[in-house]
């Protein structure tokens, strides 16, 4: 695990995943297709990820594909910062 | 022979058996294809002993297979229940028990959750999985689904029945579905809805907004929110295509937003929530929203400047504000014929025609015009009663004198209005512990008990906290027993083994003492205001009474 997911999925299990089986949450297992995330729950993901990486990101990339797993979400910060 | 829910499809597939009634990820359902595939549903119920007058409730992410269990539920002559699919096990399992299902339709992953004991008392005559294509009765590990001590029928059989229809029977006053809405006691209550509650507003609605064969209707709630029952049945019967929103990009305004505008959706109908968020978020400023020719909203205070920016990025269409509780289904309604100007909150506007409203004092008396009052509702769609529940039904129905000389039962909406000169009604909040979020109806009180019940906690509060874009986020101020510590994390999971996703406290904070009134009862209003947080010594004056 980078240390992108890691703090990723520090943040998801602790803040945003009520859920007693998910304490094991591996990068690639499935976000959205078991139903973890509503929309406020993505709302404060995008905002921590901001704030703890120092990026911004738009609007118009919050969209499945980059929220499917934790290493989705880490590969979509780590292009922020990469600057694309 | 009366007509039914069910009987808007087949009427439909029998004037546009070829048209779609169904569209999801790529997939259509013809209503021809609706029509028959819920009869075999239906017989399959039937065939497995549910019975006319039973209910059987639907816990599964939203897909096409739901919506056809839906109809082939009623066209058994049985109740709909639609659980969240987002709620855990032990809120289907409390729901199932309290209204006894006759059966449970879910899909295998879900059922991995469950065991025979989920129902227990409960008449279940079976469990159905429905879900098409090569993960169909299996689980992801692997393994078939199971839960034992009943039969576990899958969607190859279901489609093995006949698809003649099956005799319906039913009556228009004889339940359609019963939804479970948030108890202030602690306990989810279920809303008892008839067939004739469901038409009246179906009925009317599709006529006022014009619903035909050639419209494209979002689907964005989810069945256990009664917004869901216009999109579905007054789709129906117009014919119209129905596009019941994918769960995997429910949670993405970009995703709804880009797939709502590229489907060409004609009708919308979203909470408020949905639609600003769409707004802020979702990039809906640089979309085409040319097709969009009736726009229909309900369940929260739409805040103005975010429905002018609306109105302005598609002026042709119509907008209309809906208002009622579950247990009335829409009662008021708005035409917003242009922008609304200032920030005055839109009213909920007048009747609909098949109910009255009343704005009645305390003593149950109309008040002077102009006055506040508590809005009382009678008439078409006002629900049966709570599921097992007398005394709570005795409290929201009464009978009372709705004109001199005239008595009828009318429901107690617990909502504060004010009749404007125009005639509109206005809002002006509630008479109890009531929130909105993103919609949703809930009573604080039911995570006060919910909270109450974990060995650790002494006191709690919960508080909904204003926000412009889903109305109010929930903060929990909990009070521990002496010299136990508890995390903020194991609160919250604490919470969501027993209640659903969007009624967890975003926030929980930690507090030696909670601050009192005068009176002794615990200063809510104190605890919202922001200093008082960091001033946790503070005592706000009494302001009860006012």
Known sequence: ?84 | MSTLLPHLVTESAARFASRPALVMDGRTLTYAELESLSNRFARSLAGHGVRSGDRVALWLPRSIESVVALYGVMKAGAAYVPVDPGAPPARLAYIARDCAVAGLVTVAERAAALDETFAAGAPMRAVWFAEEGPSAGAAPGGDAPRIDGMPNVTWAEVAAESDRAPELRALEGDLAYILYTSGSTGEPKGVMLSHRNALAFVEWAGDVFQVTAQDRLANHAPFHFDLSTFDLFAGARAGAAVYPLSPRIASFPAAVARQWCADRLTVWYATPSTLVLMLTRGGLSSLDLSALRVLLFAGEVFPVKYLRDLMRLAPSARYANLYGPTETNVCTWLDVAKPPEGDRPLPIGRACPYDDVLVLDESLKPVPAGAAGELWVRGATVMRGYWGRPERTALALQSIEIAPGVTDVAYRTGDLVRMQSDGNLEFLGRRDHQVKTRGYRVELGEIETVLHRHPGVDEAVVLAIPDDEVTHRLRAVVVTKAGVALDEAALRQHCADSLPRYMVPETIEFRRELPRTSSGKVDRRGLVQPHAILNTERRTDDDDGH
């Open chain 1, 1 to 84: 695990m980078t240390a992108t997911e890691s703090a990723i999925r520090e943040f998801l299990v602790s803040e945003v995943l009520y859920d007693r089986e998910v304490k094991d949450l591996k990068p690639e297992d499935p976000l959205i297709t078991r139903g973890l995330l509503d929309s406020l729950s993505i709302l404060k993901t995008v905002t921590f990820c901001e704030e703890r990486f120092g990026i911004s990101i738009p609007d118009q990339e919050v969209l499945p594909d980059h929220f499917e797993s934790v290493r989705a979400i880490a590969a979509l910060v780590d292009r922020r910062r990469a600057g694309s």
